[in-house]
């Protein structure tokens, strides 16, 4: 589905944000992106969802290259991704509905599929009954899940996760990985960046380590040990 090769990007030239990545995410996979703060996790999401533009190598969803699309098509792509970040970037004073409309506003959809979409996406994530609330009176358990609501609401072929469960609790946290493990037995692609070496041990999928921007090792189910990172060939990571 998704094909890096030899992708850096750098805010400051002496110090790469990433640097010489190169890796495979196949359809319906759920993946790890592991690393510490400052490893390069986000910018390697925000390329993935194509908000950030690669400065060297390329990027390839099903076979086409994102630099030869046009901006028309590119809009198109990012249509078929949904993003959850850890602060969930709710507009408070937005009701709980039209926080999780507004995707589906933008690519146009009529508001009688808009309503009963909220509805449905509630259902799925335990909130059923407060498309009225304000967002910003939730908990943040609760506002995690509308965050999620608000990405699942235009059927995602692509979730990408930034540190989703990084300032819950365990039960909420628990939750949110039952959702998305959920999505993506329903068949969507699911990335999940973290540095919680417990989630992803009791959790195992594939995972990949960034430490300083490049990608230092890869397990094929569940977390890494420091001691085995050093060990793991970049190239095994593709």
Do not use: C, W
Not at 36 to 56: E, I, P, R
Not at 96 to 118: C, K, T
Request: proline letters at 4%; hydrophobic letters at 45%.
């Amino acid at each position: 589905m998704i094909r890096l090769f030899r992708v850096s990007k750098f805010f400051k030239p002496e110090n790469p944000a990433l640097f010489d990545i190169s890796l495979d995410i196949e359809q319906g996979e759920f993946l790890y992106i592991a690393g510490a703060s400052g490893a390069g996790k986000s910018t390697l999401l925000n390329l993935l969802h194509l908000s950030t533009q690669v400065d060297t190598g390329s990027i390839q969803f099903n076979g086409h290259d994102v630099s030869s699309l046009k901006p028309s098509a590119v809009s198109v792509l990012r249509r078929s991704m949904g993003i959850i970040f850890q602060d969930f970037k709710l507009i408070e004073d937005l009701s709980v509905a039209a926080n999780i409309g507004l995707p589906l506003e933008v690519i146009g959809v009529s508001p009688a599929y808009i309503h009963q979409r909220v509805s449905e996406v509630l259902d799925e994530v335990g909130l059923s009954g407060i498309e009225n609330e304000m967002a910003g009176t939730l908990s943040g358990g609760e506002q995690q899940r509308v965050a999620i609501a608000r990405a699942l609401a235009p059927n995602p072929q692509l979730i990408l996760a930034d540190e989703p469960t990084g300032s819950l609790d365990t039960y909420s946290a628990n939750f949110v990985l039952d959702m998305l493990e959920s999505i993506n037995e329903r068949g969507a692609t699911v990335v999940v960046a973290t540095h919680d070496r417990m989630l992803m041990a009791a959790r195992p999928h594939r995972t990949l380590a960034l430490e300083n921007g490049k990608l230092v090792g890869f397990s094929r189910k569940g977390a890494f040990k420091t001691k085995d990172v050093k060990k793991i060939k970049k190239a095994e990571a593709v």
